[in-house]
């Protein structure tokens, strides 16, 4: 059974920094991009980042490129997000997500992910 769980999230002021860690169990080397993505109440689920495990090649959404940087670390199973020089309008619900497919074609589509961790809240305050 393919579980992901998140962790890390919290409060901070405009300008900090926070490290979100997403813990994979029963992937079994099934899936290939793992990705963070977030969602505000009343909106739909932004894509924010992706990792390709084959290679590590990165991924990022426009707005967060140069302040976020996603990593693995393979041998723990975990995939984590370092969020840096963040902004009241990163403030969300970040979740991490599995993906099976291995083209990197719609990576920003969550209909293209396989399986979904429960959210991790971020806040951030000006």
Known sequence: QVQLVESGGGSVQAGGSLRL???????????????WFRQVSG????????IYFAD?????????KGRFTISQDSAKNTVTLQMDSLK????????????????PVLIASPAT?????QGTQVTVSS
């Open 21 to 35: 860690s997403c813990e994979a169990s029963g992937l079994r080397g099934s899936m290939n991009y793992m990705g």
């Open 43 to 50: 909106k739909g689920r932004e894509w924010v980042a992706s």
């Open 56 to 64: 590590g090649r990165t991924y990022y959404h426009d707005s967060v």
């Open 88 to 103: 009241p309008e990163d403030t969300a619900t970040y979740y991490c997500a599995a993906r099976r497919n291995t083209s």
């Open 113 to 117: 992910y396989n399986y979904w961790g």
